[in-house]
């Protein structure tokens, strides 16, 4: 039995939040194996297959509109931490779904590239590469949850992320 069904929005790993499409079989997983199609909700172009007996590795359902409103309330209080930006911690903080611990990466990140920029720096490519996904992650979901474009929802939450 599915945990998850059609139409749900769902958060997963790094492509953040996706709707379910799809629950079936299928051509290349053989008969008897039944797989969710997930649609990541802000690039139309890709598929996700996630195998029933691995519907673990989805997250969860994606929040709902005043659960969002709650976390940006939330992250207007937090502080960054003075954390170094091991990729294997913040991979674990991106999956854990944890939109406050995600914001806080995000927070983080984008201080250290202001304070980079003063001496003519910015981050490294990996840094680069976690606060993108942390953006992906944290912005869709509220984008999802809110009914918003991505690009709208990042025009006007994302000051409450810089410090």
Known sequence: MAKYKIGDYVLYGFSGACQ???IG???FGGPDKLYYSLKPVYDSRSTIYVPLNKED???RKVITKPEAEE???KITQCQPDNMTFERDACEEVLKSGDNVEVSRV????RNLRKENR???????????RILRDAERIFFSEIATAFEMTMEDTMAEFSARLDD
Do not use: A, D, M
Request: glycine share 4%; charged share 30%.
């Open 106 to 109: 995000i927070k983080q990140l």
């Open 118 to 128: 003063k001496s003519h720096k910015g981050l490294n490519i990996s840094e680069e």
């Open 57 to 59: 590795e989805i997250v």
């Open 25 to 27: 079989p299928l051509s």
């Open 71 to 73: 976390v940006l309330e």
């Open 20 to 22: 379910v499409v799809e």
